[in-house]
Each structure stands twice: as structure tokens, then as C-alpha cells.
């Protein structure tokens, strides 16, 4: 049985989390958190920490030091019942191509312990308007169609964390767009939180009600996407960008 939680829990808290490889810092003392009903931004440059930071919330990585908290459950202490809160979907994890819609949206359901598995693929094949690829092997689908059913996998479970990194990559702008709805929906509707990874500054701006700058591990900035940049004297999110790529010590030191 779930522990009743407060709505004031967030979804995720993230305390000064840190993963070295030998003298690689990866992550660097990371802190935040992501709150019910909201879509935080994860930038950065290539190599800036983004994914062994959502690797490590996946329970995949051990952190080196720190903690998370998943609806206020100890990931370290209490895995399996933390992990239960969580949902994944990346474009470098595509779902078995040679198995059908449904094949797969099974075998995940199995994992997850979804119960009556059956009614709930058919909900989401009608949200995810994928009833006409049920019985398709998803290796054949279009990258767009692929995203939808990796969505569909991600919410077999009802996570209150969804973890999206980079959603939308390879997608065209109709299709990005379309995904991008149905993420806003997912925590519109629900109680859910998000935390998306992207480098498509107009998508940001668009979709995420806050986002966190990291570079080589750190966190250097956060907040609003659509106020931050002129907050530090830029014109655009993508100036912003890469003035923390190239010189992250001039906002380190303001
Ligand atoms: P991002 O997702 O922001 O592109 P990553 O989290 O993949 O960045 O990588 C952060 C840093 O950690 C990079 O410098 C990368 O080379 C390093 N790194 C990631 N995984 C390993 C590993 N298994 N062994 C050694 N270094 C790693």
C-alpha cells in the first residue's frame, strides 16, 4: 500500500547529490527539487552532468554522496518502493522494435506490477491515439509514433516523477508539438511532476515552468525561463545557453 503523502511533498528533492569517476566529478553537490503539477528544464551543455543526474534519480547510478527524496521516500533506503513513483522515457532507450504496441506496453506493465494491465493499455492506447498500431511491431513505426508509445510506457505506471531526457529529439515540429501537449496534460491533469532534459531552447521557454542551468556538475542558475535570461542581461534562453556552456564562471561570480 502506498503512504498517504503530503501534496506538499515534491515529487522529487534532490540534496547535494555528487558522482565521481576517479577524478571525473560528473555531478558536483546538486541540489533541487521538482514540485506536484510542474516541468522542470534540465540544460546544459554535452558532458554537463544532465544524464548521470537522472540516471542516479532512476536508481541505475549510485550516487557517490547526497540523497533523494521520490514523494518524500529515501531512494537509498527504501528503493524499490521509491522507484515505484517513477516513470522514464529517452530516445537512446527505444522499446523492443521487434515486439508489437501492446507486446511491449505488457511486458512493461508486468514490470511496473500494473494491476488489471489490460484496461489500462487500452486507456492509454486511446490517449496516446495508438489503437491502429496495437498489433505493429514498434520497430516499424515512425520516431513520432515510437515517442508516443514510449509515453505510453512511461505512464503505465501513474508515476508522480516523469523523467524525460530529450523527448523530443528527432522529431519534426508538428509531432514535437503534439508530444510536448500531451506532457503539459500529463501534469495539468494529474498530480504528477516532470523533470525534461532538452537543448531546444524555444521548447524550454515554451514547456517548462522553471529550469536549471548545469555545467561541469553544478547547478549555476535556476528560475523562470521566460524572465532568467533578461535577469542576466541576456536577450534569449539560447544566449543564456551558451554564455553558461562557454563561460560558466562569469555567472558563477556575478
Ligand atoms: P550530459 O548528460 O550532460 O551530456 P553526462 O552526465 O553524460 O553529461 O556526463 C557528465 C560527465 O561525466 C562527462 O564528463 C562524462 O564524460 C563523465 N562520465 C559519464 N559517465 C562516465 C563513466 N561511466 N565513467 C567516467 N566518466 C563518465
Redesign the pocket.
Known amino acids: 500500500m502506498k503512504p498517504e503523502v503530503s501534496p506538499s511533498t515534491p515529487v522529487l528533492a534532490v540534496r547535494e547529490l555528487r558522482k565521481a ?1 576517479g577524478d ?1 566529478v ?1 555531478v558536483d553537490g546538486v541540489s533541487f527539487e521538482v514540485a506536484r503539477n510542474e516541468i522542470v528544464g534540465l540544460l ?1 551543455p ?8 537522472i540516471n542516479m534519480v532512476l536508481g541505475v547510478l549510485e550516487p557517490t554522496a547526497g540523497s533523494i527524496h521520490i514523494q518524500g521516500v529515501d531512494l537509498a533506503r527504501h528503493r524499490s518502493q521509491a522507484l515505484e513513483f517513477t516513470n522514464f522515457a529517452a530516445v537512446y532507450a527505444p522499446l523492443p522494435g521487434n515486439l508489437t504496441v501492446v507486446q511491449n506496453l505488457r511486458y512493461f506493465g508486468m514490470i511496473y506490477g500494473v494491476r488489471d494491465i489490460a484496461t489500462r493499455i487500452e486507456q492509454l492506447l486511446k490517449e496516446f491515439d495508438l489503437e491502429r498500431f496495437r498489433d505493429t511491431k514498434c520497430g516499424v513505426l515512425s520516431s513520432g509514433e515510437q515517442t508516443r508509445v514510449a509515453l505510453a510506457k512511461a505512464m503505465l505506471n501513474r508515476p508522480s516523477l516523469l523523467l524525460l531526457d530529450e523527448p523530443t529529439a528527432s522529431l519534426d515540429p508538428a509531432t514535437a508539438r503534439d508530444i510536448r501537449a500531451r506532457i503539459k496534460d500529463f501534469t495539468a491533469k494529474g498530480t504528477g511532476g516532470v523533470l525534461w532534459t532538452s537543448h531546444n531552447m524555444y521548447e524550454v521557454e515554451e514547456v517548462c515552468d522553471r529550469v536549471l542551468f ?1 555545467s561541469r ?1 553544478k547547478v549555476l542558475l535556476q528560475g523562470n525561463p521566460r524572465t532568467l535570461p533578461h535577469e542576466h542581461g541576456k536577450q534569449s534562453l539560447e544566449e543564456l545557453f551558451i554564455t553558461v556552456a562557454r563561460e560558466p564562471l562569469a555567472l558563477e561570480h556575478p
Open positions: 569517476y571525473t560528473a546544459g554535452n558532458g554537463a552532468g544532465k544524464t548521470t543526474t548545469v556538475g
